[in-house]
């Protein structure tokens, strides 16, 4: 399985853009990230994913860089609600298809 | 769409006892639904794949005789916490897969806080 790499927690002040970035530097080629949340006591909620290009979706926008390497989470607009666990998953291609969750980042957003 | 239920959203129960939890498709179908167990300020920690029709996989460590899961239709997969311990109190999460969405479909339940005393 590929893994990823975030920071344990960022902060951003409440309006401002949030920007999470994602280490997969053992990306395969047919291998999609993911970005799902976790609010507390929730279930994870997805937000958005994609292959190569940028990806824009009304929750957030996703920038993977050219090499796939890595990639970066954008809430253009953060507000207290966005409050979470983030996590950067890189699918697992093959028939089990699972899902498996790294420790995430915990993102604060500051009144 | 791709709405993934859970029930029940907390439990109690006493040691010895065991505990069923039900995670239901509500609109797919969910040939795969996936269980994981959550403990305070730790990640999300997959259990075992269940399978429609079939034995469900269960990841290393995880005690298949301890943790039962049955998905005996398209819909519904549910766990069972045999024997509880108080140390199997946890935060435990579904989820399903619906292949007619483009993310391709993972959707999780809004899980199930089990505590045991």
């Known amino acids: 399985d590929a893994k990823t790499t975030q920071p344990t927690s960022m902060d951003c002040a409440e309006g401002r853009a949030a920007n999470l970035p994602c280490n997969h530097s053992t990306i395969s080629g047919n291998e999609y990230v993911y970005w799902y949340r976790q609010i507390h006591s929730q279930g994870p909620q997805y937000i958005i994913h994609?292959?190569?290009n940028n990806e824009t979706n009304e929750m957030a926008s996703l920038i993977i860089t050219e090499d796939r390497k890595s990639s970066t989470l954008i809430l253009p607009h953060a507000t207290l609600r966005d409050t979470a666990v983030y996590y950067c998953?890189?699918?697992?291609?093959?028939?089990?298809?699972?899902?498996?969750f790294g420790k995430g980042t915990r993102l604060h957003i500051l009144p | 769409g791709a709405v993934v239920s859970q029930h029940p959203s907390w439990v109690i129960c006493k040691s010895g006892t065991s505990v069923k939890i039900e995670c239901r498709s509500l609109d797919f179908q969910a040939t795969t639904m996936f269980w994981y167990r959550q403990f305070p300020k730790q990640s999300l920690m997959l259990m075992a794949t269940?399978?429609?029709?079939?034995?469900?996989?269960?990841e290393q460590g995880v005690e298949k005789d301890k943790f039962l899961i049955n998905h005996a239709s398209l819909t519904l997969s549910t766990l069972t916490v045999t024997s509880a311990h108080p140390e199997d109190s946890s935060f435990y999460i579904c989820?399903?897969?619906?292949?007619?969405?483009?993310?391709?479909?993972?959707?999780f339940g809004s899980g199930t806080r089990l505590t045991v005393v």
């Open positions: 269940s399978n429609e029709g079939s034995k469900a996989t269960y």
């Open positions: 998953i890189v699918r697992v291609a093959g028939r089990d298809d699972k899902i498996i």
């Open positions: 989820s399903a897969r619906d292949l007619a969405k483009s993310n391709y479909g993972y959707t």
């Open positions: 994609g292959l190569k």
